[in-house]
T-cell receptor, first 113, second 112 residues
Framework: KQEVTQIPAALSVPEGENLVLNCSFTDSAIYNLQWFRQDPGKGLTSLLLIQSSQREQTSGRLNASLDKSSGRSTLYIAASQPGDSATYLCAAPGSYNTDKLIFGTGTRLQVFP | DTGVSQNPRHKITKRGQNVTFRCDPISEHNRLYWYRQTLGQGPEFLTYFQNEAQLEKSRLLSDRFSAERPKGSFSTLEIQRTEQGDSAMYLC??????????FGNGTRLTVT
C-alpha cells in the first residue's frame, strides 16, 4: 500500500533563501510523481510532474528530483519570495496500474519579507 | 480551457440531509477524480472515472456516497444521510493519463 510522507510539516524562512522540501514514498513501482501548491481555501495547482524515466524536472525557480530506488523526491525552491507562501504537496500513484494519487500531508511554507 | 469548475462553493446542511455536488472537468480530459480534504491533511482519494466508467472507489467510502459521470462529461457526487464527520472540502480534478491533475476550487461542506 502506497504511503507518502512529507518533511518538514512547516517551514518559515526569510525572503531570498533557497529551500528544500522532502517527499518519501513506500512503493517505488510508480510511473510518475507530482508536486502541487495549495493556497488557503483553494484547490491544488500542479507545479511539476516527473516521469519515472526522468530524474529531474524544472520550472522557473522550481526544481524537482526523483529517486525511485530510495523512494524519495525533493522540491527545490530557489530565491524564495513571499508569494511562494503556501502548502506544497507531493503525490504518487497508488500502484503501477492505477491513476489514483496518494497525497502527503504537505509542507506549509511561509516566506517573510 | 476554462479550468475545472465545482458547484456549489459552499454547502451547509443539517445532519441526515442528502447533498449533491457537481464537477465540470476540462473538456478534453477523459479522467475525473473526486478527493476529500480536511484541515491540515492532504487530499484523500474517493473515486475516479475514465470517461463514464467508474474505475476505482475507495474502500473507505461508505455506501452513503455515490458518484456518477453520465456520458463522460460532468460528474456528480451525492452524500446521503449526511453526518458531521462528512464535513470537509470536496475536490474534483481532471486529467488525461500520465498528465498533471487539474483541480477545481472545491466544495466546502459543513454538516450541522
Amino acid at each position: 500500500k502506497q504511503e507518502v510522507t512529507q518533511i518538514p510539516a512547516a517551514l518559515s524562512v526569510p525572503e531570498g533563501e533557497n529551500l528544500v522540501l522532502n517527499c518519501s514514498f513506500t512503493d517505488s513501482a510508480i510511473y510518475n510523481l507530482q508536486w502541487f501548491r495549495q493556497d488557503p481555501g483553494k484547490g491544488l495547482t500542479s507545479l511539476l510532474l516527473i516521469q519515472s524515466s526522468q530524474r529531474e524536472q524544472t520550472s522557473g525557480r522550481l526544481n524537482a528530483s526523483l529517486d525511485k530506488s530510495s523512494g524519495r523526491s525533493t522540491l527545490y525552491i530557489a530565491a524564495s519570495q513571499p508569494g511562494d507562501s503556501a502548502t506544497y504537496l507531493c503525490a504518487a500513484p497508488g500502484s503501477y496500474n492505477t491513476d489514483k494519487l496518494i497525497f502527503g500531508t504537505g509542507t506549509r511554507l511561509q516566506v517573510f519579507p | 480551457d476554462t479550468g475545472v469548475s465545482q458547484n456549489p462553493r459552499h454547502k451547509i446542511t443539517k445532519r441526515g440531509q442528502n447533498v449533491t455536488f457537481r464537477c465540470d472537468p476540462i473538456s478534453e480530459h477523459n479522467r475525473l477524480y473526486w478527493y476529500r480534504q480536511t484541515l491540515g491533511q492532504g487530499p484523500e482519494f474517493l473515486t475516479y472515472f475514465q470517461n463514464e466508467a467508474q474505475l476505482e472507489k475507495s474502500r473507505l467510502l461508505s455506501d452513503r456516497f455515490s458518484a456518477e459521470r453520465p456520458k463522460g462529461s460532468f460528474s456528480t457526487l451525492e452524500i446521503q444521510r449526511t453526518e458531521q464527520g462528512d464535513s470537509a472540502m470536496y475536490l474534483c480534478a481532471s486529467s488525461n493519463r500520465g498528465s498533471p491533475l487539474h483541480f477545481g476550487n472545491g466544495t466546502r461542506l459543513t454538516v450541522t
